[in-house]
Nanobody, 128 residues
Framework: QVYLVESGGGLVQTGGSLTLSCKVS????????LAWFRQDEYGEREFVAT????????YYGDLVKGRFSISRDKAKNTVDLQMNKVKPEDMGVYVC?????????????????????WGRGTQVTVSS
């Protein structure tokens, strides 16, 4: 079982920066890939970024590549999402997810169904 608790959401201006954090607890962390998804007001989930807990290898969605950075801290058991050059379309609920590592999680074949554990999310609001 894996437990995920997000924090760090809030109001950010267009072009600004914000850091989200996901506290990870449970067993078998070394078998996991951790990811961030953005959920819009219709409940649709969009992939943002994923990271291997063991190797730190990362993969990003096209809309955030070059602007966002995902990292993990094994000592603190956290996965952070550094959001830079934020745009209005980045607004939404950011949800942390975990799943048993599969190489496909680091390709365009990634699917939200690969992730079996989900946090409750943290709201990011972007002002113009």
């Amino acid at each position: 079982q894996v437990y995920l608790v997000e924090s760090g959401g809030g109001l950010v201006q267009t072009g600004g920066s914000l850091t989200l954090s996901c506290k990870v607890s449970g067993s078998g962390l070394d078998t996991l890939a951790l990811a961030w998804f953005r959920q819009d007001e219709y409940g649709e989930r969009e992939f943002v970024a994923t990271i291997s807990w063991v190797t730190g290898v990362t993969y990003y969605g096209d809309l955030v590549k070059g602007r966002f950075s995902i990292s993990r801290d094994k000592a603190k058991n956290t996965v952070d999402l550094q959001m830079n050059k934020v745009k209005p379309e980045d607004m939404g609920v950011y949800v942390c997810a975990a799943g048993i590592y599969r190489p496909v999680m680091f390709t365009k074949g990634l699917d939200a169904d690969f992730f079996g554990w989900w946090g409750r999310g943290t709201q990011v609001t972007v002002s113009s």
